[in-house]
């Protein structure tokens, strides 16, 4: 079963807007990971966050997490042409960390 | 340019057939992990091999079988094709098993089952 699901599953914004997608996911965690995938292409990892950790920034990228929601934001501030690509978040299972589960993703599209 | 190498990019193959994917991990990284990316089914892990030994084991069927060889390359064999195979499969590597570690992926092979 998916233990991560984005929302939405896709957004579009303008160039230079905020992009924010949501992860919400179902058992407990260690950490959570955003991933970047453009079309057809491997995955690349943006940032992780620990499950003690409410907020973490990196470039124009702020996650944001929620342990007794379960669940965590990413936002993209002054989106570009290049941040066009799927979005996954990816959680483990607190009690057995080897394991990763992503969600289906949530594809962002920006328009010039 | 991740450091982890998938072969071939493309394979197309009939029903039945059986197949193996290879992937050579980033320099270092011992952890090897597999996935396959359907358009319905999303991401989906595979399997997870750490130094040589399966370390954990997600939605991979029967059909399906992997092994981290001493060099720390590893293989995904597929059989007994069906049409639903058809996906793209990643490899992924990371210096340790554990899931604070970075995942680096491979560009993936694109398996076409007619």
């Known amino acids: 079963s998916q233990q991560g699901e984005e929302d939405p599953q896709a957004l579009s914004i303008q160039e230079g807007e905020n992009a924010t997608m949501n992860c919400s996911y179902k058992?407990?965690?260690?950490?959570l990971q955003w991933y970047r995938q453009n079309s057809g292409r491997g995955l690349v990892h943006l940032i992780l966050i620990r499950s003690n950790e409410r907020e973490k920034h990196s470039g124009r990228l702020r996650v944001t997490l929620d342990t007794s929601k379960k669940s965590s934001s990413l936002l993209i501030t002054a989106s570009r042409a290049a941040d066009t690509a799927s979005y996954f978040c990816?959680?483990?299972?607190?009690?057995?960390?080897?394991?990763?589960?992503f969600g289906k993703g949530t594809r962002l599209h920006i328009l010039p | 340019d991740s450091g982890v190498t998938q072969t071939p990019k493309h394979l197309i193959t009939a029903t039945g057939q059986r197949v193996t994917l290879r992937c050579s991990p980033r320099?270092?990284?011992?952890?090897v992990y597999w996935y396959q990316q359907s358009l319905d089914q999303g991401l989906q892990f595979l399997i997870q091999?750490?130094?040589?030994?399966?370390?954990a084991k997600g939605n991979i069927l029967e059909r399906f079988s992997a092994q981290q060889f001493p060099d720390l390359h590893s293989e995904l064999n597929l059989s007994s094709l069906e049409l639903g195979d058809s996906a793209l499969y990643f490899c992924?590597?990371?210096?340790?098993?554990?899931?604070?570690?970075?995942?680096?992926f491979g560009p993936g092979t694109r398996l076409t089952v007619l």
């Open positions: 091999y750490y130094n040589g030994e399966e370390r």
């Open positions: 058992t407990s965690i260690n950490n």
């Open positions: 990816a959680t483990d299972d607190r009690y057995r960390d080897d394991k990763i589960i």
């Open positions: 992924a590597s990371s210096a340790r098993p554990g899931s604070t570690d970075t995942q680096y």
């Open positions: 320099s270092g990284d011992l952890s």
